[in-house]
C-alpha cells in the first residue's frame, strides 16, 4: 500500500502565503491524478485543487487565482501554494490519490493532513 503525508501547515496571518507538501511512499504522481482537500471545523471536507498524471489543473472557486497545484514527479511529491490567504480558508488540507487496481476496483489513499490556521 501507498502512504500520503502533508507537511507545511502552520499559522499565518490573513494576506500571507504557505506552501503545503504531500510525500508519496512511492512514485505514483506520474501515472495517478492526485487531489487536494480541505476540511473545516464543523463542515464538510471539500476539493481544492487537482493535478492529473499529466499535469493538467482544476481549482475551487474558493481557490482559483490564489492557489497553485504542481508536483515533481521525481520526487514523488505534490504541492500546494497558497497566496492571499484568508481566515475562511483554516482547515485540515489532505492530499489524496487514487489508484486502479482492475477494471472497477481501485485503492483510496490520504494522508494525515496538515493544519492551516490563518488568523490575526
Known amino acids: 500500500q501507498v502512504q500520503l503525508a502533508e507537511s507545511g501547515g502552520g499559522l499565518v496571518q490573513p494576506g500571507g502565503s504557505l506552501t503545503l507538501s504531500c510525500v508519496a511512499s512511492r512514485n505514483i504522481f506520474s501515472r495517478n491524478d492526485a487531489k487536494w482537500y480541505r476540511q473545516a471545523p464543523g463542515k464538510e471536507r471539500e476539493l481544492v485543487a487537482t493535478i492529473t498524471s499529466g499535469g493538467s489543473k482544476n481549482y475551487a472557486d474558493s481557490a482559483k487565482g490564489r492557489f497553485t497545484v504542481s508536483k515533481d514527479n521525481a520526487k514523488n511529491t505534490m504541492y500546494l501554494r497558497m497566496d492571499s490567504l484568508k481566515p475562511e480558508d483554516t482547515a485540515v488540507y489532505y492530499c489524496?490519490?487514487?489508484?486502479?487496481?482492475?477494471?472497477?476496483?481501485?485503492?483510496?489513499?490520504w494522508g494525515q493532513g496538515t493544519l492551516v490556521t490563518v488568523s490575526s
Open positions: 489524496y490519490t487514487k489508484l486502479q487496481v482492475s477494471i472497477e476496483g481501485h485503492v483510496e489513499v
